[in-house]
């Protein structure tokens, strides 16, 4: 179930950037479904273009001959891909199943490149910070951080589980 929810997420991420969503997808006669205009979508999809540039540029790797060298060295730039997808749709998403499932990618991705990193006996990265749990607010615009709007504060676990 969680397999296909992503499988779902990442495909609209993947029709989004390519800019082809048919205007019957964009159905505002459901109760709760709003449209968003295009001038407050454009940050998102925007950021999301590219995130999908940096991914399919990273992913071009010239062959080693080492075949387990060349699979991590495509499949690690995919999975960042997912995570800066995922996070993008944390700045600017209000679904809240959708919100969790963006988490749960940045988590699980951030893990299986951990994971194939060790496999090759390579070092680690410094930990990223974890997705953020905020929403967004429904009166705030839709604009990414920048110096005149810094992103909210990160969550801190000092002290969790006292």
């Not at 273009?49 to 730039?77: L, Y």
């Not at 990265?125 to 705030?140: E, K, Y």
Request: charged share 20%; proline share 11%.
């Amino acid at each position: 179930m969680i397999v296909q929810r992503k499988a779902a997420l990442v495909g609209l991420a993947w029709i989004l950037a390519a800019g082809s969503v048919p205007a019957a997808a964009h159905d505002t006669e459901h109760p709760g479904h709003e449209a968003m205009p295009a001038a407050a979508e454009a940050p998102f999809l925007q950021e999301n273009d590219t995130a999908m540039s940096k991914m399919m540029s990273a992913m071009a790797v010239r062959p080693t001959g080492n075949v387990d060298r060349d699979f991590t060295e495509m499949m690690i730039p995919h999975h960042q891909g997912a995570i800066d997808m995922a996070q993008t749709y944390l700045r600017y998403g209000r679904n809240e199943q959708l919100r969790r499932i963006a988490q749960e990618i940045i988590v699980e991705q951030q893990q299986e490149i951990a994971a194939m990193r060790l496999a090759l006996g390579d070092p680690l990265p410094s930990p990223a910070a974890a997705p953020t749990q905020a929403r967004p607010s429904a009166d705030l615009p839709l604009n990414p951080p920048s110096a005149d709007n810094p992103p909210p504060p990160a969550m801190s676990m000092t002290g969790a589980g006292k």
